[in-house]
């Protein structure tokens, strides 16, 4: 019994070891410059003297970040860690709200303009039934606006009037945008009124918004009777500061925006974005941003934050895109394209500020189809940002399996989204329509492990002890073969669904799956491994407890547990690595199921309740 505990303390280890080890992105920013935000209630004279302190103590000038900075009292000076950590010692900290890294944000990985790149979009036949195609001689290629079903969401609305905030590297007036309405915007990178494109990322991402459309020449956009509110914070390079970044989001929630998109993101917690998120959130602006591009599992912020709704890439397949982060965080998921299907727009060549079309892949390009329908959703009716996330995230196509929140709610659905928004709220009867409409009355859905997976572990569990039962009605009801019947059959499933920022997710899938699953549960795969998912670790089990008073019964409890679990799984998802889910699968594991209730049966004969 003492080895049955020590592999215990052993395994619990780990999984402290794994989750208090892992360096989270909430301090992984890079940064050459620091914030100071002075309280308000501070006289000028003394942030004068403050900063004629850091001048001569520091040798470092600090100034105001921009013109829109006096309100809030933000200044920048340049410097690293060490600077940070002695201004925050000294006694200028207490004239502060908070001194923190000014981040440097940007065009997510992978996503920088390659002037050599070239679209491969795939063509497919616009709907010839529809009223709605537009006469885009390129509108052929945009896979991307007919996977969201734009064109039914058009018999409805535009998007008319709408103001979009595009927190980018600036947006240029190309062809296919001169008749898309433009409010004023600011370039906060070199402090100016335009704010004209020299990368070309941010015209791509606002013509997916608002691409002129039906104007017979080039592509299409989502909400093409929007307005775009350029706002320049990233430069050429692609990089830019929170503190800009801060700045352009109250820009846009003072200046009437409704929505804001930010495909945009990095490491780093900070302050100043918080609060600026949260002052735009609470002025009525739906805020939407690109995951990130790394693969990992948690949105990059800004997106992660809690008031954004962070986005995902699929490609034109419906799979998510192999660069797109996933897990904890990402609220939706939206065509971001691939390698063979790019997301095509009219934007500017930055080597010569030419006009190209240009098919781009990556977040950025899923972020702006969200703000785009939210844009259709809030000339709909629905307002409120709240609303807006809920319109979308409820309306999103569902993904059955997705075991490690590749699609958040599921994938956008511009159709859906302002059906249910129309007239400006949501009724009862749209919610029965929308849950009939997408199949969730039908109770083949929640039974073949759909919405929830509930009533298949409670199943598996009662099955256990069912055969514990029928194996013998006085078997020692103990911890461990509690225990043991509950590891085997469901695992403390429910941990499955924590995704927890800066942590990671595989020893949360680890501590909740049963034994048949532990083999699929750090690559989060819906297919059972038929090593897990047999008599062996039972046998093995009983093998090495069988002399333990105690762990015998555990090692029991597992047999039962597995039978039990193996024995739902053939008729619910029989579902196996290499062998597929047709009968074969299906008569493997009732098979296995079997020969775990009698290595029970047999571990157990004779014994007397001792446990």
């Known amino acids: 019994m003492k080895k049955f505990l020590l592999l215990c303390l052993f395994f619990v280890f780990g999984i402290w070891f794994a989750i208090f080890n892992f360096k989270g992105l909430a301090t992984q920013g890079e940064y050459n410059s620091i914030i100071l935000d002075f309280r308000e209630d501070i006289p000028t004279t003394e942030i004068s003297k403050d900063l004629r302190e850091i001048s001569s103590q520091y040798n470092e000038k600090a100034s105001l970040n921009s013109v829109f900075s006096v309100k809030d009292n933000i200044y920048i000076v340049e410097g690293d860690k060490m600077l940070l950590n002695a201004l ?3 006694d200028i900290a207490k004239d502060t709200e ?13 996503e920088l303009w390659n002037c050599n790149s070239k679209n491969k979009s795939i063509a497919f036949e616009p709907n010839s039934n529809s009223l709605n195609a537009p006469n885009d001689p390129l509108y052929s290629q945009q896979w991307n606006l007919q996977k969201v079903n734009v064109e039914q969401a058009w018999q409805e609305t535009k998007g008319d009037g709408v103001v979009v905030a595009v927190i980018d590297t600036g947006v240029s007036r190309v062809p296919d945008l001169k008749q898309t309405d433009f409010v004023k915007g600011y370039d906060f990178v070199n402090d100016k009124e335009n704010a004209a494109d020299d990368n070309g990322h941010g015209t791509h991402v606002a013509g997916t918004i608002a691409q002129s459309t039906n104007n017979a020449y080039g ?17 050429r390079g692609g990089g830019g500061t929170v503190a800009d970044i801060a700045e352009s989001i109250k820009f846009a929630a003072d200046n009437g925006a409704a929505v804001i998109n930010m495909s945009l993101g990095g490491g780093g917690e900070s ?26 599992n948690a949105s990059a912020y800004p997106a992660r934050y809690p008031k954004v709704l962070s986005v995902a890439a699929i490609g034109a397949s ?17 065509p971001g394209g691939d390698s063979d299907a790019k997301i095509l727009q009219e934007t500017i060549d930055p080597r010569n500020g030419n006009p190209t079309f240009a098919g781009l892949m990556g977040t950025s390009m899923a972020s702006p189809h969200v703000a785009g329908v939210a844009a259709l959703v809030h000339a709909s009716g629905v307002t409120d940002p709240e609303e807006v996330y809920s319109v979308l995230k409820n309306s999103s196509l569902k993904i059955e399996d997705d075991p490690l929140n590749y699609y958040g709610a599921g ?14 709220k949501i009724t009862w009867g749209d919610f029965v329509r929308w849950l009939r409409d997408n199949g969730y009355l039908n109770p083949r859905f929640w039974f073949d492990g759909g919405a929830v997976a509930l009533l298949p572990k409670i199943v598996m569990v009662i099955v256990g002890y069912l055969l514990a039962w029928f194996l013998r ?15 085997g059959s469901a ?6 669904g924590f995704y927890i920022f800066d942590l990671p997710q595989w020893p949360f899938r680890l501590m909740g799956s049963s034994i048949p699953e532990l083999g699929n549960s750090i690559v989060g795969t819906a297919q059972l491994n038929p090593f897990f998912a047999s008599v062996l670790i039972p046998f093995i089990l009983v093998a090495l407890l069988l002399s333990h008073p105690q762990g015998k019964w555990f090692a029991i409890g597992t047999s039962l547990g597995v039978a039990g679990c193996l024995a739902v799984s053939a008729f619910v998802a029989p579902a196996l690595w290499g062998i597929g889910s047709g009968l074969l699968a299906q008569s493997f594991l009732v098979v296995n199921a079997l020969l775990c209730f009698g290595l029970a049966y047999v571990a157990s004969k004779g014994e007397k309740q001792t446990a």
Do not use: T
């Not at 994938?411 to 400006?424: E, F, N, P, R, T």
């Not at 009605?473 to 590891?487: D, R």
């Open 88 to 90: 925050k010692r000294s």
């Open 98 to 110: 908070y001194i923190e890294p000014n981040y440097v944000y940007g065009v997510p990985q992978n």
């Open 219 to 235: 592509v299409a956009g989502i909400a093409y009777k929007a307005k775009i509110m350029p706002l320049k914070v990233l430069s």
């Open 271 to 296: 302050q100043i974005m918080k609060e600026a998120i949260d002052y735009a959130f609470s002025k009525g602006v739906a805020i939407v941003a690109a995951a990130g591009n790394s693969n990992k």
């Open 318 to 334: 419906g799979k998510k895109s192999s660069f797109s982060n996933y897990g904890a965080g990402v609220d939706i998921s939206a």
């Open 411 to 424: 994938q956008l659905d511009a159709s859906a989204a302002v059906k249910l928004a129309i007239k400006g």
């Open 473 to 487: 009605n006085y078997l020692p009801f103990g911890w461990a073969l509690n225990g043991g019947i509950l590891m």
């Open 491 to 496: 695992g403390v499933f429910f941990l499955k």
